[in-house]
């Protein structure tokens, strides 16, 4: 290799023209490149040796930019279609010299290298075998330009999608495509399971492109930046298996029963009960009314409970779209940012309801109790009737203490009669504060957090429930239907005299609650020891619990006195199979009340709250449960002094965060001069009050 000879090497990755300067040692060389820097090459490094003629030329270094610039011009891709539509006729290869002839009619060093380039950058046209470039064959051509076409359309939709992630991430508007989606769906998959998504490596590179870290919670906030998330985003529901939206088949399915609707089997022996008063009790914001009670007086004087349930099993048959999908959600899903519905809304809201003023098609169940509120006679039917009040229950407290609606009154006593008898029957009574939470959108604006009293009202609805619940069993016992009961094992409580050692209320209730059984669901009626009940079925939410749902169908097929649409081993598979998505719903339901809750007291940090101790969750550690009372949450809260359960305490929210899981209270110090002002006006008090701090 000759002093002045102009090569082409790999350096670093990279193709480079180097001029040779002089040997080094027995097999390198060392060679000077573009700017004049030496390096020093082997043999096995150099890509191609510039010659014209078949003769080398003596360069200098810097000669090699105006070298390339006059490469440049010949470096036309089309040129080497031409030369392959040549070539491939008489299936010839060739080199970079007779290309250069070829093409540019003389060989150059200039049309000599632009031909080496022209080939060794081919990746459709021709394929090398030693010193030789070969033409493929056409078919081979023809699906090379096709892949290389897709290619290039797959880079140009990339370029464009990155256009729109800076654009978008600079404040920008842009409009999402489908394909823009799917390439925001790694994003997503990587927020929410972290090392666990199965692309995690292409959202990493979208993060890398954003210049952002590359962990699960820069891939969170790059979804709210780009305006694909809200910064609360329900994460947990995303992580769940509940599904979120009704597929084309289950709304296609809804609307052709609201258009037209299937005959109803029972229309034959519904009894119209459209002369009775029927009241519908519920929360204001329930748009799933499938509930009413009503009063009717006898012949003799007697007043006999009718509690209506809502029947929506008259519009669809067991099996249809739209069973199968309630039966794959199992329920409805209550968020503090709205219901996810186990029906499409248009019908559990609509002809599915019991409506105010329209007549409604429901499972009435009659009942008449004895004088210390047993069942003495019951009978339940398919029944027509039409609500006349659509009530909450503020306005039932309001009513019942003005006295102005009889049957209301009478509803009442009825209700005070049955709890008496339900807790001489071993009812177990719990009056823990509840909390309602609830946000007006998904971006978190309106939230609030109450106090759910446990007013008169509910109770009332409570107990008229519970003995439907009661009847259903007893009917179902009574003539062999197999149908879901509800029961609970009797708890192992605390001894009397402990339990009166607690302080009442909260702590006392709370004592009771730790100790309470899991409820369980069953084809074999057993002893509900919560409810003081020998057996038990819940049958009053068919709307939004697929397992009421199927109690309806079967008590339905058996007053029509056909064969029953489930067998117990039917029942027992669909239990099975349903438990899963009921277990992820209740999950979701809590964690999201927590997360809201824990963003409620963020918002409040300021606040000073008043708390109840209610036991040690684990007092070597020093950890408490702690009831806010005013909020009726209950949360741990370290507590690094002497206290005892019961004690009262007034504390801050410190860190919080409801993304994490997290929140750390504090306790809230009175100032020195308050405390000087205390002492002095009461130095009785004063040790109390101090003994709280």
Known sequence: MEKGTLIEVKLHGDRRLVVIDRPEGKKHFQAIDENGNSHTIHPREINYTIKANGESSSFTYTQIPSFLQKVEKFLDPSSLEVAWEILIEENQATNPTNLANLLFSEASAVTCYASYCLLNNDKIYFKQKGDLYEPRSSSQVSELKHQAEAAAQRAKLIEEFQQKLSTRLSGGEVTWTASDRSRLDCLERYALYGDEASDKSAAQELLTFAKRSKNEQSAFQMLVDLGIWNEHENLNLLRSQVPLHFANEVVAAAQDCLNAPIPDNMQDLRRDLTHLHVYTID????????????IETLSDGGKRIWIHIADPTRWLDPDSPLDKDARKRGTSVYLPTGVIPMFPIELAAGPMSLIENKVCHALSFAVDLDRVGAVSHYEIVASLVKPNYRLTYEDVEEMLQL???DDLDRLADFARLRKKWRVEQGAIEIHLPDTTVKVNSQSGDGLTLELMEDTFSRQLVAEMMILAGEVAAKFAQANNIPIPYRY???????????????????????????????????LYASRHSGLGLDAYAQVTSPIRRYSDLLAHWQIKAFLRKESLPFTAEMLTAILQAIDPAIWDANQVEKQSVRYWSLEYLRRNKDVVWEALMLDWLRENEKLALVLIEDLGLKLPMRINRQIQVGDNLRIKTGEVDPRKDIIYFQEAQQSTSLLEMEMERDSDRLESEYATL
Request: with cysteine.
């Open 283 to 294: 929360d204001i914001s329930t748009t799933e009314i499938d509930d009413g009670l009503s």
């Open 403 to 405: 006295g102005v609606e």
């Open 488 to 522: 609970q094992e009797q708890p192992e409580l605390p001894p009397l005299d402990t339990l009166m050692q607690l302080p009442s209320g909260p702590v006392r209730e709370f004592a009771i609650c730790r100790c309470m059984t899991k409820g369980s669901l069953g």
